[in-house]
T-cell receptor, first 113, second 113 residues
Framework: GQQLNQSPQSMFIQEGEDVSMNCTSS?????WLWYKQDPGEGPVLLIA?????ELTSNGRLTAQFGITRKDSFLNISASIPSDVGIYFC?????????????FGTGTLLAVQP | DSGVTQTPKHLITATGQRVTLRCSPR?????VYWYQQSLDQGLQFLIQYYNGEERAKGNILERFSAQQFPDLHSELNLSSLELGDSALYFCASSVGSSSWEQYFGPGTRLTVT
């Protein structure tokens, strides 16, 4: 079945540093979504991508839809302590009349002030 | 605040029992999705309803069932609970059957003892 692998698994950085993470799929995707989850909370939608090569920003966050359509990237610039959390990529989880998502394994981000 | 509400926030129950989790989608959203999040399995899609009708099923156990009511709120019923059912259960909603952007509720943490 479809799988989404995220790397790195975890990152420990200093406040102010830039962050890069990626997500790869075993199959082609037409949509990529990036979510952030704080401990004990539900995932929050950060960015949605719909076209290969697309680059979309949301404040200090920038995500890119890879041109192979099998990967996506998320960058965070000038990290701050509230960026701490788990970042998940997600994509379409199957054909048919459903919009179910499959989620990646997550990247845990820790930011030291 | 995503606009999706879930109750209860926490639930502790014994093996063999039955529980009901409740979700109210964002105003105007017709699709409701249920996901299970555990440490070993990550975020897994369980089931989707669209405007009262079941749209898709994931790896949902036969002991689990769901429904969406005319007012669009949804309930997830878990029966004959086992220790392994302990997890976070999230509800998400989206506008329709063609929107990939899903908005998650705060989740229900189920602990089976």
């Amino acid at each position: 079945g479809q799988q989404l692998n995220q790397s790195p698994q975890s990152m420990f950085i200093q406040e102010g540093e830039d962050v890069s993470m990626n997500c790869t799929s075993s199959s082609i995707f037409n949509t990529w979504l990036w979510y952030k989850q704080d401990p004990g909370e539900g995932p929050v939608l950060l960015i949605a991508l719909y076209k290969a090569g697309e680059l979309t920003s949301n404040g200090r966050l920038t995500a890119q839809f890879g041109i192979t359509r099998k990967d996506s990237f998320l960058n965070i610039s000038a990290s701050i302590p509230s960026d701490v959390g788990i970042y998940f990529c997600a994509g379409p989880g199957g054909g048919g009349a459903t919009n179910k998502l499959i989620f990646g394994t997550g990247t845990l981000l820790a930011v030291q002030p | 605040d995503s606009g999706v509400t879930q109750t209860p926030k926490h639930l502790i129950t014994a093996t063999g029992q039955r529980v009901t989790l409740r979700c109210s989608p964002r105003s105007g959203d017709l699709s409701v999705y249920w996901y299970q999040q555990s440490l070993d399995q990550g975020l897994q899609f369980l089931i989707q309803y669209y405007n009262g009708e079941e749209r898709a099923k994931g790896n949902i156990l036969e002991r689990f069932s769901a429904q969406q009511f005319p007012d669009l709120h949804s309930e997830l019923n878990l029966s004959s609970l086992e220790l392994g059912d302990s997890a976070l259960y999230f509800c998400a909603s989206s506008v329709g059957s063609s929107s990939w952007e899903q908005y998650f509720g705060p989740g229900t943490r189920l602990t089976v003892t």
